[in-house]
């Protein structure tokens, strides 16, 4: 739902592309374009399976400017996995628990928008995945670059625990002249 509410909130895709769902009780705004959701429906899968195997590192949405290829913002989200965790040490999240996970993560995003500025240019997607080196990927993707903006600026958004992962956030984005 991250990604969709930064496609969403960004303006990357127009208002009508979207829908509204509500999801553990939290309202949220999801893409009805079926190639997108493919794309975020393939990452996902290994997202899940990561975080619960402990081995992801870090997700990267890169929003870059169509017409020049340049990278326009670095939405990082970077994953303390907690190793000592076991399926025995791990407490069962309740619906609650959820909900408040979600809304941390939709309050981050929202709080960003407000400060980052607004492109005039169409911008297109991509997300990076960081895990253990001992994960297999698929065959289909490839090692790219990490996106990294020379001379950005940065914001720090408010990290986040759950019970075995430490979640902290951070929004690069090009300096506009």
Not at 2 to 26: A, C, H, K, W
Not at 76 to 85: I, L, S, W
Not at 116 to 140: G, M, N, R, W
Not at 155 to 162: A, E, F, N, P
Request: charged share 25%; glycine share 2%.
């Amino acid at each position: 739902y991250g990604v969709n509410s930064i496609l969403y909130q960004r303006g990357l895709y127009p208002e009508d592309m979207f829908t509204r769902v509500v999801d553990f009780g939290v309202p949220l705004m999801v893409t009805t374009v079926k190639e997108i959701s493919d794309y975020l429906d393939q990452h996902s899968k290994y997202i899940e399976e990561w975080l619960e195997k402990l081995t992801l590192q870090k997700l990267v949405v890169l929003i870059r400017s169509v017409d020049t290829g340049d990278i326009m913002e670095r939405w990082q989200f970077n994953v303390e996995c907690d190793k000592t965790a076991t399926h025995n040490t791990i407490k069962e999240k309740t619906e609650a628990d959820v909900r408040k996970e979600i809304q941390h993560v939709m309050r981050n995003i929202l709080s960003a928008n407000a400060l980052l500025p607004i492109y005039d240019c169409p911008c297109s997607f991509e997300i990076l995945i960081y895990t253990d080196k001992s994960q297999a990927v698929p065959e289909t993707w490839k090692i790219t670059e990490a996106g990294i903006i020379d001379n950005s600026l940065e914001l720090r958004l408010k990290s986040y625990d759950t019970t075995i992962h430490k979640v902290s956030t951070s929004v690069a984005y090009k300096k506009l002249d």
